[in-house]
């Protein structure tokens, strides 16, 4: 499978983003999809997930009530709404399938196929 991330840019504090993760080669039926982000000199760190059969979703404590991540099945494509985005937010962001289950569904190891990931940058 190919993943293709993309809707990354520069926004002022406060904007908001949509970033797109689309697959090629399959589908994500089966599959949770994970939103990860890595800034410079950190590690890659969880943002967010989406079990594709049955919706299950998955939020880290500093993005909860700001993030949202949702599915489109007709067009195999999970999307992370970004509102009230801070500096801190600043990395980039890269999409991710795997089969966690619950309680590993926050843990990099998980998944295995990766997108090329996409910038989001946050200015004061």
């Known amino acids: 499978v190919q993943l293709q991330a993309s809707g990354g840019g520069l926004v002022k504090e406060g904007a908001s983003l949509r970033l797109s993760c689309a697959a090629s080669g399959r589908t994500f039926s089966g599959y949770t999809v994970g939103w990860f982000h890595q800034a410079p000199g950190k590690e890659r760190e969880f943002v967010a997930a989406?079990?594709?059969?049955?919706?299950?979703?998955y939020y880290a404590d500093s993005v909860k009530g700001r993030f949202s991540i949702s599915r489109d099945s007709a067009k195999n494509t999970v999307y992370l709404e970004m509102n009230s985005l801070k500096p801190e937010d600043t990395a980039v962001y890269y999409c991710a399938t795997g089969r966690p289950i619950a309680s590993t569904v926050r843990a990099r190891v998980s998944y295995y196929d990766w997108g090329q990931g996409t910038q989001v940058t946050v200015s004061s």
């Open positions: 989406i079990r594709w059969s049955g919706g299950n979703t």
